[in-house]
């Protein structure tokens, strides 16, 4: 990226509104419609700085790189995986905070279409300190604003990889599932989705838009007047207090029945059908007894269960269910009738779970770190 600079007064082009733009403008002489042509402009996915928005005149362009910021994110280090079908990013931020973003590429097969996604940080690091997670091992360092949101995915709109092509192709997901919970920081959360929304910008559509929750009930309620067209996945991984209690933390203060409740809750009042996520691990929460919970807790609303075997984190005591045992859980799910899938693990080979990379890139400069394969766009 071109036009970066550390965190400041200076406005990010993905978070300042149309009207102090065109303050801005008009305080330099410039017509108001003008802040048309620079959202426009700035939201091409050609365009890497101000200095690519060639439409403009000159005097105007320097002017805005001296005065507003291009990306709230001073430096990226990407890696690939999957044969390029994966690629994660570490960036660094204007005050030191590193966070992470992935772009999964699904191929089309036969006359389906490819599909992207792009998975965001919402918070650098993460106060629900679930004991799987790196993310949550490595505690929590600040929120995240609505424009540090957004440049994650503008990031990979911009070259080389522009990877949402035409934003209006919709063949694309943007999910809250990198570092932080979301919901732990809604407003701005909330925020990001409405410039990504904004169909003077990005212009993605809630209904491709997931946001992943440990189970924060509040924020889940006001997504339900809020973001009424926003997919809602709860990361659940056990079906009792006592178990959820000691693998995502934040139990002990909204339980499972208050989670499922809520959940229940945004399908009734939405009529969208809630994902359960559930993390996999060996020994822990694959049990039958488990599975039996999951049945009770699914029945009777519009879900759908996500299996995950875990990805191990560096010096886990844990490991991710095997496949057998996994086919068992679901056979007990599936006769009680749940719609269960067991997802991909995506990026396995660049520790694309949740905060890994961060991990093991902290401490480093983002330009020295050597770690293979650097990616080239497709
Ligand atoms: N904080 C939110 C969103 C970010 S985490 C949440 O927890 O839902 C996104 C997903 O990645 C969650 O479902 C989380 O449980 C899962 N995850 C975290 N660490 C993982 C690991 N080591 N292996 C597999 N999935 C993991
Ligand atoms: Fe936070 Fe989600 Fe990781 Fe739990 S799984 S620590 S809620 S990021």
């Given at each position: 990226?071109?036009?970066?600079?550390?965190a400041?007064?200076?406005?990010?082009?993905?978070e300042?509104?149309?009207p102090?733009?065109?303050?801005?403008?008009?305080?330099?002489?410039?017509?108001?419609?003008?802040?048309?042509?620079?959202?426009?402009g700035?939201?091409?996915p050609?365009a890497?700085?101000f200095?690519?928005?060639?439409?403009?005149?000159?005097?105007?362009r320097?002017?805005?790189?001296?005065e507003?910021?291009f990306?709230?994110?001073?430096d990226?280090?990407?890696?690939?995986?999957?044969?390029?079908?994966?690629?994660?990013?570490v960036?660094?931020l204007?005050?030191?905070?590193?966070?992470?973003s992935?772009?999964?590429r699904?191929p089309?097969?036969?006359r389906?279409?490819?599909?992207?996604?792009?998975?965001?940080?919402s918070q650098?690091?993460?106060?629900?300190?679930?004991?799987?997670c790196a993310t949550?091992?490595?505690?929590f360092?600040?929120?995240?604003?609505?424009g540090?949101?957004?440049?994650?995915v503008?990031?990979w709109?911009?070259?080389?990889?522009?990877?949402?092509?035409?934003?209006?192709s919709?063949?694309y997901?943007?999910?809250?599932?990198?570092?932080?919970?979301?919901?732990?920081?809604?407003?701005?959360?909330?925020e990001?989705?409405?410039?990504?929304?904004?169909p003077?910008?990005?212009?993605?559509?809630?209904r491709?838009?997931?946001?992943s929750?440990?189970?924060?009930?509040p924020?889940?309620?006001?997504?339900?007047?809020?973001?009424?067209?926003?997919n809602l996945?709860?990361?659940l991984h056990?079906?009792?207090?006592?178990?959820?209690?000691?693998?995502?933390?934040?139990?002990?203060k909204?339980?499972?029945?208050?989670?499922?409740?809520?959940?229940?809750?945004f399908?009734?009042r939405?009529?969208?059908?809630?994902?359960?996520?559930?993390?996999?691990?060996?020994?822990?929460?694959?049990?039958?007894?488990?599975?039996?919970?999951?049945?009770?807790l699914?029945?009777?609303w519009?879900?759908?269960?996500?299996l995950?075997?875990?990805?191990?984190?560096?010096?886990?005591?844990?490991?991710?269910?095997?496949?057998?045992?996994?086919?068992?859980?679901?056979?007990?799910?599936r006769?009680?009738?749940?719609?269960?899938?067991?997802?991909?693990?995506?990026?396995?080979?660049?520790?694309?779970?949740?905060?890994?990379?961060?991990a093991?890139?902290?401490?480093?400069?983002l330009?020295?770190?050597?770690?293979?394969?650097?990616?080239?766009p497709?």
């Amino acid at each position: 990226m071109t036009d970066t600079a550390p965190a400041g007064p200076r406005p990010a082009i993905s978070e300042i509104d149309r009207p102090a733009l065109a303050a801005w403008l008009t305080a330099r002489g410039e017509p108001a419609y003008r802040a048309d042509q620079v959202l426009a402009g700035a939201h091409r996915p050609d365009a890497s700085g101000f200095a690519d928005l060639t439409d403009l005149p000159a005097t105007l362009r320097n002017a805005m790189a001296g005065e507003l910021r291009f990306s709230t994110i001073v430096d990226s280090h990407v890696i690939g995986a999957d044969g390029g079908l994966t690629a994660k990013a570490v960036h660094e931020l204007g005050d030191g905070q590193r966070i992470e973003s992935v772009l999964m590429r699904y191929p089309g097969r036969g006359r389906s279409a490819d599909r992207t996604t792009i998975c965001i940080s919402s918070q650098a690091g993460c106060a629900v300190n679930c004991p799987f997670c790196a993310t949550g091992q490595a505690g929590f360092g600040r929120q995240l604003t609505a424009g540090e949101i957004v440049d994650q995915v503008l990031h990979w709109h911009r070259p080389p990889w522009n990877a949402l092509g035409e934003a209006q192709s919709g063949h694309y997901n943007v999910v809250f599932m990198g570092m932080g919970e979301p919901l732990n920081n809604a407003d701005r959360v909330f925020e990001a989705v409405r410039l990504l929304n904004d169909p003077a910008r990005l212009g993605i559509g809630a209904r491709h838009i997931t946001v992943s929750t440990s189970g924060v009930v509040p924020g889940m309620d006001r997504m339900i007047e809020e973001l009424p067209q926003v997919n809602l996945a709860i990361s659940l991984h056990a079906a009792t207090d006592s178990l959820r209690d000691d693998l995502v933390p934040i139990n002990r203060k909204w339980p499972v029945r208050e989670v499922v409740a809520a959940g229940r809750r945004f399908a009734a009042r939405t009529g969208r059908r809630v994902s359960l996520e559930y993390v996999m691990i060996d020994g822990v929460n694959d049990t039958d007894e488990q599975a039996t919970g999951l049945v009770t807790l699914a029945h009777g609303w519009r879900t759908h269960l996500n299996l995950i075997p875990l990805n191990p984190t560096p010096g886990s005591r844990w490991s991710g269910t095997p496949r057998a045992a996994i086919d068992r859980f679901v056979r007990i799910l599936r006769d009680g009738g749940v719609t269960v899938t067991v997802r991909d693990t995506r990026g396995r080979e660049i520790d694309a779970a949740c905060g890994q990379l961060h991990a093991q890139l902290a401490g480093r400069s983002l330009r020295e770190v050597a770690i293979p394969p650097a990616v080239t766009p497709a």
